[in-house]
């Protein structure tokens, strides 16, 4: 089946850890995109990727960082400089940039202790 | 950047009636989608919509892009529809999405 898939679901980290979320996908889209979501809030872009081994920040980079060697992946590392990393977290991918349907993987739900 | 607005923020409705939900911009838009986030957080294409008019079943989209606002309407209500629905948009020339705080909907049975 094409989609997005994301590990974990559901993710526990102490504070002061690092932790990586996974994001897969088999859609052959060019553009992937990690979002962050607060309860009762919309979503808020964190990076953004249109290629491989390029990636921009979104609204809200600092404390996070991503990387992307493979068209199919753009994990997302929480690092310990993230002040608030407590969230719902989504990925999303797209044909292109500009003007293109974005969809959704199923998330990680990321509790710090 | 753009600004979203969606209204109302909360909606409850008995099953089968019919409702609208807006989204207003701020920008001229290259993209504008509506989605349903269920109880479990999965976020659900309903429409890509920069501008006319789309239907799917039960659903339906109308964009005016010259007015700068974007409806989605729901008819005939089911308990399934239940969640909150996001707009998001684009602004022409740039890629990122921007989301509305979204319009959370109850259908009570």
């Known amino acids: 089946d094409g989609g997005i898939t994301q590990s974990p679901k559901y993710l526990f980290r102490k504070e002061g850890q690092n932790v990586t979320l996974s994001c897969e996908q088999n859609l052959n889209h060019d553009a992937m995109y990690w979002y962050r979501q607060d309860p009762g809030q919309g979503l808020r872009l964190i990076y953004y990727s249109q290629i491989v081994n390029d990636f921009q920040k979104g609204d809200i980079a600092e404390g996070y960082s991503v990387s992307r060697e493979k068209k199919e992946s753009f994990p997302l590392t929480v690092t310990s400089a993230q002040k608030n990393p407590t969230a719902f977290y989504l990925c999303a991918s797209s044909p292109g940039t500009t003007g293109d349907t974005q969809y959704f993987g199923p998330g990680t739900r990321l509790t710090v202790l | ?109």
């Open chain 2, 1 to 109: 950047g753009i600004q979203v607005e969606q209204s109302p923020p909360d909606l409850i409705l008995q099953e089968g009636a019919n409702s609208t939900l807006r989204c207003n911009f701020s920008d001229s838009v290259n993209n504008l989608q509506w989605f349903h986030q269920n109880p479990w957080g999965q976020l659900i294409n309903l429409f890509y919509i920069p501008s006319g008019t789309k239907q799917n079943g039960r659903l339906s989209a109308t964009t005016v892009a010259t007015e700068r606002y974007s409806l989605l309407y729901i008819s005939s209500s089911q308990t399934t529809d239940s969640g909150v629905y996001f707009c998001a948009a684009a602004s022409t020339g740039f890629q990122k999405l921007v989301f509305g705080t979204g319009t959370r909907l109850l259908v009570s049975p």
